[in-house]
């Protein structure tokens, strides 16, 4: 147990690195996350990222600056 606390401390502490940051997200797919919609996709460290958009299409590449933590899975970002 004791690892696993430590392992997503760690894990929480890299993804924290990365708010503030400009990055380019590989777009998959558009998913609903807690009743809103966003647009997901991965960075080139695989974090993945959500942000909101009007359109985009899957496959397609973004920048987006990193916010924070969505949800246990995603980080927020916005478009740059």
Do not use: P
């Not at 985009?56 to 987006?64: D, I, R, T």
């Amino acid at each position: 147990r004791r690892i696993q606390n430590n392992r997503c401390m760690r894990q929480r502490n890299w993804l924290r690195d990365y708010q503030g940051k400009e990055e380019v997200i590989l777009v998959e797919e558009e998913k609903d996350i807690n009743g809103d919609s966003y647009f997901v996709g991965y960075t080139k460290e695989y974090v993945k990222v959500a942000f909101k958009s009007e359109n985009e299409n899957s496959g397609s590449l973004v920048k987006v600056i990193i916010d924070n933590n969505l949800d246990r899975e995603y980080m927020l970002g916005h478009k740059c």
